[in-house]
């Protein structure tokens, strides 16, 4: 059974800085893409970035410059570190694999990391 396990959320003034891990477990034999998302009290779940096996990444336009994402493969394992962060950055943060567990790719979701940011 595949798990994604985020963690590092909590509560932080506008200005500071979180760093954000996600850690997939299980019978896993391969993960291409991973990423990020989002979802604010009443709004909908938005893609934050993504990064691919090689290391390719992608942000949306509202966090290029203050967030990064990396990832461990040989850990298995997805960063986003939040810089400069902001009151509109509060939502709790979804981790998501396209995963290979039993021969074929599906879309696996964590439980989600509150992150709030005060102003």
């Known amino acids: 059974q595949v798990q994604l396990v985020e963690s590092g959320g909590g509560l932080v003034q506008a200005g500071g800085s979180l760093t954000l891990s996600c850690a997939a477990s299980g019978r896993i034999v391969k993960i291409n893409v991973m990423g990020w998302y989002r979802q604010a009290p009443g709004k909908q779940r938005e893609r934050v970035g993504t990064i691919t096996s090689s290391g390719t990444t992608s942000y949306i336009d509202s966090v290029k410059g203050r967030f990064t994402i990396s990832r461990d493969n040989a850990k298995n394992t997805m960063y986003l570190q939040m810089n400069s962060l902001k009151p509109e950055d509060t939502a709790v943060y979804y981790c998501?694999?396209?995963?290979?567990?039993?021969?074929?790719?599906?879309?696996?979701w964590g439980q989600g990391t509150q992150v709030t940011v005060s102003s």
């Open positions: 998501n694999a396209d995963l290979n567990s039993e021969g074929f790719f599906r879309s696996y």
